[in-house]
């Protein structure tokens, strides 16, 4: 932690706002310009602190002399700090030049916590060595976003990948494959499971298909998580519509849905209030709490709004309704997210998992031998929560083996994959799904 002298000047980033939300006394910040929040825990006048470095620099003294816990004034400046929601300024309210300096300080300081998200062309002519390469030059593992028409076509380098990957050679947190046309071949499928890696099918008409995708069957047969990606209209919001998605995703045993929300084209050339940005965001919630994996692809990530992950540049061509449309999705979301990690305590780390969730329900994984767990060995574990169960039987399958290890809400199956990489666990395969489960075929081993 670093302790600033008395005689420097602090205030909060102009993009910082308290949100109009209050949940078991804690109050949330919302920071438009890194998308991201943060909680302010009840008492000791926590808010009153963040308010008093609203609107004009404050000197470190000033905030010293006022709050009596000198400990806690440097604590709080010093999480603030590390993600760029106070800088340290002149006296003087600093200019828009002096603050775009000052952000991109705070941005840079950022990136050495946060993992990044890096977009591969696999139809660009890079060998293996130069695609690994780039991977492990990343500080943190990255996010991975493989982009090629056709799986098919890339056989050798995924297994090839996979292989590295499973041995601890390559490191990657989240993968994603996104192509235009599916395979239908099992050893590539095997690959994809054996990378951790989920598929985006790019062109998926809204609400649903006429005809059959090809090679969906066969690869949710394979037990590889497909996600559909779609533009919704504002039919949206109407249910009846929203039931016929669920009902073709449910039937396909789609695992997930990526849905793409453009403002300027739900709403050309419209006046349009955020209370109906609201009520859209509202309809991706009803599928999300029906469905369980629904992400909105061109709007910030709940890794990204909850710091874990470094936002995608943020876009500077936007309209003022794309803009303003942005900005209601944050105050709409980080709530929720936020509202997930205060009333469970527990999911903040796997060392607060193992303490507070009960040891006597981790009967099997403390005694793998009672499933006849040996090297090699392929288990589902369904509900699979943070991946505590997961992360335990990991060893007694041995790295030939696999956990597969199911949970229906995204952004629990994102902190389990974090768990998991945080402690080099390669031979669990985290994924969210819905609340159909998929037929599988396997065996215990």
Same mark, same amino acid.
């Given at each position: 932690?670093?302790?600033?002298?008395?005689?420097?000047?602090?205030?909060?980033?102009?993009?910082?706002?308290?949100?109009?939300?209050?949940?078991?006394?804690?109050?949330?910040?919302?920071?438009?310009?890194?998308?991201?929040?943060?909680?302010?825990?009840?008492?000791?006048?926590?808010?009153?602190?963040?308010?008093?470095?609203?609107?004009?620099?404050?000197?470190?003294?000033?905030?010293?002399?006022?709050?009596?816990?000198?400990?806690?004034?440097?604590?709080?400046?010093?999480?603030?700090?590390?993600?760029?929601?106070?800088?340290?300024?002149?006296?003087?309210?600093?200019?828009?030049?002096?603050? /775009?300096?000052?952000?991109?300080?705070?941005?840079?300081?950022?990136?050495?916590?946060?993992?990044?998200?890096?977009?591969?062309? #696999?139809?660009?002519?890079?060998?293996?060595?130069?695609?690994?390469?780039?991977?492990?030059?990343?500080?943190? /593992?990255?996010?991975?976003?493989?982009?090629?028409?056709?799986?098919?076509?890339?056989?050798?380098?995924?297994?090839?990948?996979?292989?590295?990957?499973?041995?601890?050679?390559?490191?990657?947190?989240?993968?994603?494959?996104?192509?235009?046309?599916?395979?239908?071949?099992?050893?590539?499928?095997?690959?994809?499971?054996?990378?951790? /890696?989920?598929?985006?099918?790019?062109?998926?008409?809204?609400?649903?298909?006429?005809?059959?995708?090809?090679?969906?069957?066969?690869?949710?047969?394979?037990?590889?998580?497909?996600?559909?990606?779609?533009?919704?209209?504002?039919?949206?919001?109407?249910?009846?519509?929203?039931?016929?998605?669920?009902?073709?995703?449910?039937?396909?045993?789609?695992?997930? #849905?990526?849905?793409?929300?453009?403002?300027?084209?739900?709403?050309?050339?419209?006046?349009?209030?955020?209370?109906?940005?609201?009520?859209?965001?509202?309809?991706?919630?009803?599928?999300?709490?029906?469905?369980?994996?629904?992400?909105?692809?061109? #709007?910030?990530?709940?890794?990204?709004?909850?710091?874990?992950?470094?936002?995608?540049?943020?876009?500077?061509?936007?309209?003022?309704?794309?803009?303003?449309?942005?900005?209601?999705?944050?105050?709409?979301?980080?709530?929720?997210?936020?509202?997930?990690?205060?009333?469970?305590?527990?999911?903040?780390?796997?060392?607060?998992?193992?303490?507070?969730?009960?040891?006597?329900?981790?009967?099997?994984?403390?005694?793998?031998?009672?499933?006849?767990?040996?090297?090699?060995?392929?288990?589902?574990?369904?509900?699979?929560?943070?991946?505590?169960?997961?992360?335990?039987? /990991?060893?007694?399958?041995?790295?030939?083996?696999?956990?597969?290890?199911?949970?229906?809400?995204?952004?629990?199956?994102?902190?389990?994959?974090?768990?998991?990489?945080?402690?080099?666990?390669?031979?669990?395969?985290?994924?969210?799904?819905?609340?159909?489960?998929?037929?599988?075929?396997?065996?215990?081993?």
């Amino acid at each position: 932690m670093l302790t600033l002298p008395n005689n420097v000047f602090v205030m909060l980033d102009p993009d910082v706002e308290i949100l109009d939300v209050e949940m078991a006394g804690y109050r949330l910040l919302c920071h438009s310009h890194f998308e991201v929040g943060m909680a302010v825990p009840p008492g000791e006048g926590l808010l009153t602190f963040v308010t008093e470095l609203m609107g004009k620099p404050v000197s470190i003294g000033t905030l010293r002399e006022e709050f009596d816990d000198q400990e806690l004034v440097d604590k709080m400046l010093d999480s603030l700090r590390l993600h760029g929601f106070v800088h340290v300024t002149s006296q003087a309210i600093p200019s828009t030049e002096e603050l /775009a300096h000052l952000r991109n300080t705070a941005e840079q300081t950022r990136k050495k916590t946060l993992r990044r998200s890096i977009v591969i062309d #696999l139809d660009a002519a890079t060998s293996i060595e130069n695609l690994c390469a780039d991977l492990n030059a990343e500080e943190n /593992a990255p996010e991975v976003l493989l982009r090629c028409a056709r799986l098919a076509e890339h056989k050798t380098t995924l297994a090839e990948l996979a292989r590295l990957r499973q041995a601890g050679a390559v490191r990657m947190h989240r993968t994603v494959l996104q192509t235009s046309e599916l395979t239908g071949d099992s050893e590539l499928c095997q690959s994809l499971i054996r990378l951790g /890696a989920s598929v985006n099918l790019e062109g998926v008409p809204w609400p649903a298909p006429d005809h059959p995708i090809a090679w969906l069957a066969e690869m949710t047969r394979n037990r590889v998580a497909v996600h559909a990606l779609m533009t919704p209209d504002l039919s949206i919001l109407d249910e009846v519509v929203r039931d016929r998605v669920m009902a073709w995703a449910g039937s396909e045993f789609i695992s997930g #849905l990526c849905l793409q929300l453009e403002a300027d084209e739900l709403w050309p050339a419209a006046d349009v209030t955020e209370d109906i940005f609201i009520d859209v965001f509202n309809a991706v919630g009803a599928l999300e709490a029906e469905f369980g994996d629904v992400l909105l692809v061109n #709007l910030p990530r709940d890794e990204v709004l909850l710091a874990y992950t470094a936002s995608s540049s943020y876009p500077t061509q936007l309209s003022d309704l794309a803009n303003r449309f942005r900005k209601a999705y944050l105050r709409w979301r980080i709530p929720y997210l936020k509202s997930c990690e205060i009333d469970n305590p527990w999911s903040q780390t796997p060392e607060a998992e193992e303490k507070l969730v009960r040891a006597q329900e981790d009967l099997l994984p403390n005694h793998p031998e009672l499933l006849l767990l040996r090297p090699g060995s392929i288990v589902v574990d369904v509900c699979g929560g943070l991946g505590r169960v997961a992360r335990r039987l /990991a060893p007694a399958v041995c790295q030939e083996g696999l956990i597969i290890s199911i949970e229906m809400f995204r952004c629990i199956s994102d902190r389990a994959r974090r768990f998991a990489c945080e402690r080099n666990v390669t031979n669990v395969h985290k994924c969210a799904t819905s609340e159909k489960p998929k037929p599988m075929s396997v065996a215990f081993q």
